[in-house]
């Protein structure tokens, strides 16, 4: 009698066992590769939006050219405002400027009364020091002058015509006095430094009862300030209040020290140059005046400037020291 079940009877459970795991790897494949596919496009995406304008990356593709765009846009824009602003006078560009070092030990000269006749202006151009020029208002010459001084590389400045002390009385045309108000002073120092092209500061004519009044130099410190002009106290008066006034409005200390060529005797202008280089030897800076048309005084200047910078003394313009 047979038995069911013996050795001779078809197993077909294994087959079966192995077509389904056949069918879950081919499902585990698929997944795989669906998992692979939308794994990369996220990277994809992930890189586009990383380095696109608006993301953390974008600067390294297109920061340039945003930038680039912007320098435009902005010199169109600074083109368009000075185009429709005044330059101010410390804007204006000086050609060929004389070289200006204002290393210690260093010198400054402002040279006053320029506008004052013409027979040492050559004299003046030849010398090779960054000098820096007062043009008095209302002269016939000093406009001329104080654009050819510009051209040739010096700085140029406005000489203010101020009111002098008994019995050496001044007056002139576009002059400060005791007693004007704001408003007046203001409308007289503009009318003074449009005479005067490429200005970019000022310092007193002359001047004592003028100079030695606090409110009046205080409101002509404010008029600079506000345009951004340079003050430098002439020092004309023992009591000259323009010193006090620029520095109760933070601007920086420019005081003359030495009149160079007090007197003209060229002995003497020689003896203040050396002041003025002892004074920087021990101060650091130094400023002194002298003037446009005595007779000497070009000459020797000249003279002096070229033996003290073979000393080791430098020369600047008065705005771009203090003391």
Same mark, same amino acid.
């Given at each position: 009698?047979?038995?069911?079940?013996?050795?001779? !009877?078809?197993?077909?459970?294994?087959?079966?066992? &192995?077509?389904?795991?056949?069918?879950?790897?081919?499902?585990?494949?698929?997944?795989?590769?669906?998992?692979? $596919?939308?794994?990369?496009? %996220?990277?994809?995406?992930?890189?586009?939006?990383?380095?696109?304008?608006?993301?953390?990356? @974008?600067?390294?593709?297109? =920061?340039?050219?945003?930038?680039?765009?912007?320098?435009?846009?902005?010199?169109?824009?600074?083109?368009?405002?000075?185009?429709?602003?005044?330059?101010?006078?410390?804007? !204006?560009?000086?050609?060929?400027?004389? =070289?200006?070092?204002?290393?210690?030990?260093?010198?400054?000269?402002?040279?006053?009364?320029?506008?004052?006749?013409?027979?040492?202006?050559?004299?003046?151009?030849? $010398?090779?020091?960054?000098? !820096?020029?007062?043009? /008095?208002?209302?002269?016939?010459?000093?406009? =001329?002058?104080?654009?050819?001084?510009?051209?040739?590389?010096?700085?140029?400045?406005?000489?203010?015509?101020?009111?002098?002390?008994?019995?050496?009385?001044?007056?002139?045309?576009?002059?400060? &006095?005791?007693?004007?108000?704001?408003?007046?002073?203001?409308?007289?120092?503009?009318?003074?430094?449009?005479?005067?092209?490429?200005?970019?500061?000022?310092?007193?004519?002359?001047?004592?009862? =003028?100079?030695?009044?606090?409110?009046?130099?205080?409101?002509?410190?404010?008029?600079?300030?506000?345009?951004?002009?340079?003050?430098?106290? %002439?020092?004309?008066?023992?009591?000259?209040?323009?010193?006090?006034? /620029?520095?109760?409005?933070?601007?920086?200390?420019?005081?003359?020290?030495?009149?160079?060529?007090?007197?003209?005797?060229?002995?003497?202008?020689? @003896?203040?140059?050396?002041?003025?280089?002892?004074?920087?030897?021990?101060?650091?800076?130094?400023?002194?005046?002298?003037?446009?048309?005595?007779?000497?005084?070009?000459?020797?200047? @000249?003279? /002096?400037?070229?033996?003290?910078?073979?000393?080791?003394?430098?020369?600047?313009?008065?705005?771009?020291?203090?003391?």
């Amino acid at each position: 009698m047979d038995r069911v079940g013996s050795d001779e !009877t078809p197993e077909v459970f294994p087959d079966m066992r &192995e077509i389904a795991l056949r069918r879950e790897k081919a499902r585990r494949r698929r997944r795989l590769r669906h998992w692979s $596919i939308a794994s990369v496009l %996220s990277l994809v995406l992930l890189a586009l939006f990383l380095f696109s304008s608006p993301g953390p990356f @974008g600067h390294l593709l297109f =920061g340039s050219k945003q930038n680039e765009a912007f320098s435009e846009d902005r010199e169109l824009e600074v083109s368009s405002g000075e185009a429709n602003s005044p330059v101010s006078p410390q804007d !204006t560009p000086d050609p060929a400027a004389k =070289g200006s070092d204002n290393r210690p030990p260093c010198v400054a000269i402002v040279v006053d009364d320029v506008g004052n006749g013409d027979a040492h202006t050559q004299e003046w151009l030849s $010398i090779d020091a960054p000098l !820096t020029f007062a043009v /008095m208002p209302y002269c016939e010459l000093g406009p =001329g002058q104080a654009e050819r001084l510009h051209q040739e590389g010096f700085q140029v400045m406005l000489h203010v015509p101020t009111a002098n002390a008994k019995p050496n009385s001044f007056s002139a045309r576009g002059q400060l &006095e005791s007693g004007m108000d704001r408003s007046t002073v203001f409308s007289v120092l503009d009318a003074d430094i449009a005479q005067i092209p490429h200005a970019q500061g000022i310092n007193n004519h002359q001047g004592g009862a =003028g100079c030695d009044d606090y409110a009046l130099m205080r409101l002509m410190c404010e008029w600079a300030a506000e345009r951004g002009l340079y003050v430098v106290d %002439s020092n004309s008066s023992a009591r000259s209040q323009v010193t006090a006034a /620029m520095e109760s409005l933070g601007m920086p200390r420019r005081r003359n020290q030495v009149f160079i060529d007090h007197d003209n005797d060229p002995d003497y202008i020689r @003896g203040a140059m050396r002041k003025l280089a002892d004074l920087a030897r021990s101060n650091g800076t130094a400023i002194g005046i002298c003037h446009w048309h005595r007779p000497n005084t070009a000459r020797v200047v @000249g003279e /002096m400037v070229r033996a003290l910078r073979a000393e080791g003394i430098k020369f600047a313009f008065v705005r771009e020291i203090s003391n």
